[in-house]
């Protein structure tokens, strides 16, 4: 199974940026799309960004377009997000999840890999 490792989240003031990183190991051949979900404490896990592993589609939740951008490094097999702008109600914890047969991308039981997350704070 790919493992997925999640680094870069903090504390950061309202309007500020933080960049994410997800680093994939394993049988990450065949993985077809990766993504960033989050989750909040109350609420249920949601889609933030994701990337088909071609180029061939891109995802953004309407609560984050133009904010956040996904990007991909083949080469370091790594995703990352990064995050301008931030308001406190994008405080949560950010997961990397990856699939080898994801249709709908903003589907959480689309993906078999995830990783443990890493929390991001953004206070006002």
């Known amino acids: 199974q790919v493992r997925l490792m999640e680094s870069g989240g903090g504390s950061v003031q309202a309007g500020g940026a933080l960049r994410l990183s997800c680093a994939a190991s394993?049988?990450?051949?065949?993985?077809?799309?990766m993504a960033w979900f989050r989750q909040a404490p109350g609420k249920e896990r949601e889609a933030v960004a994701a990337r088909y592993v071609d180029g061939s589609q891109l995802y953004y939740a309407d609560a984050v377009k133009g904010r956040f951008t996904i990007s991909q490094d083949n080469a370091e097999n790594t995703i990352y997000l990064q995050m301008s702008s931030l308001k406190p109600e994008d405080t949560a914890m950010y997961y990397c999840?990856?699939?080898?047969?994801?249709?709908?991308?903003?589907?959480?039981?689309?993906?078999?890999?995830w990783g443990r997350g890493t929390q991001v704070t953004v206070f006002s």
């Open positions: 999840a990856a699939g080898r047969y994801v249709a709908a991308a903003d589907m959480a039981q689309e993906y078999s890999s």
């Open positions: 394993g049988p990450t051949r065949g993985v077809n799309c």
